[in-house]
């Protein structure tokens, strides 16, 4: 029996990365995404593939879409095996120029979306006596860069609840890890350099060098499909004792 994986924000960048590596696996897909080709890129997973494949566009600032988008996984698919708690946006400013509304916009889909999907995922993986739930946080889960409060907030939250999760999740062989990559090369990642440069009165080119890959002994960005392989890893059965744990790809950045 193929296992079903709904993976948020899986329309473009990590997400629609690692949606494909799991399709390709054999995993059917619950895409999620708020682009206007949303429908078309699902398809296009479906027809690629040979999966079945679902599409929503909920709005993870809502808990009670957030849930929805559990229960249409299950109306649509079967089940749902394998949560993979990946949308985010971006903001960067000093703190005494951050709105507000951007603040808490971020914590909402960064963090609090990622609450929201897994008690609404867990009844059904506690009653089927498994689950996968795999949050994408961050090298900025583990440090703290200038100028991104509520981004470093929020993925320190996701590495917090993590944990508690894969202690919560043991009795019932539901696991909860968190995939913490450096800077991957994804539209998430575009739009933040204009801002970086402005912030920091640099160039893109130099915000590039000497900003976003600086703290990397690897000086290049880190590729989605090793972020899509250590998702596949995670959300194996003979992962069960895996839990509760951060997974850092970050070339480096970490270990000085």
């Given amino acids: 029996m193929n296992k079903v994986a709904l ?4 329309t473009s960048g990590i997400g629609l990365g690692i949606a494909k590596h799991f399709a390709k696996k054999g995993y059917h897909i619950m895409c ?17 593939y040979n999966v079945n494949v679902g599409f929503s566009n909920a709005n993870l600032i809502n808990a009670n879409e957030v849930e929805q988008l559990v229960e249409n996984t299950i109306k649509t698919l079967g089940r ?23 603040y ?12 929201y999907a897994s008690k609404a995922a867990w009844k059904y993986m506690k009653k089927q006596s498994f689950g996968r739930i795999i949050n994408i946080s961050s090298v900025h889960g583990l440090r703290a860069s200038e100028y991104k409060t509520a981004y470093v907030t ?47 009165n640099m160039s893109e080119e130099e915000v590039i060098t000497n900003v976003m890959l600086k703290k990397q002994a690897v000086k290049s960005f880190v590729p989605i499909e090793s972020l899509a392989d250590m998702a596949l890893l995670l959300a194996k059965e003979t992962s069960s004792t895996i839990t509760g744990s951060e997974f850092v790809l970050d070339g480096g950045w970490t270990a000085q």
């Fill in 154 to 200: 929020a993925k320190h939250g996701v590495i917090g609840m993590t944990k508690v999760l894969g202690l919560e999740g043991a009795p019932y062989n539901i696991t909860c890890n968190a995939i913490c990559p450096g800077y991957v090369r994804t539209p998430l990642v575009e739009k933040q350099i204009p801002d970086q440069a402005k912030s920091h």
């Fill in 104 to 115: 808490e916009a971020i914590i909402a889909i960064n963090m609090n979306a990622s609450f």
């Fill in 7 to 10: 993976i948020t924000g899986s």
């Fill in 32 to 48: 999620h995404g708020l682009e206007a080709n949303g429908p078309e890129i699902a398809e296009d997973i479906k027809k690629n």
């Fill in 80 to 102: 749902i095996d394998v949560l993979v708690n990946n949308a985010g946006i971006q903001y960067v400013a000093p703190i005494d120029e951050f709105p507000n509304s951007k």
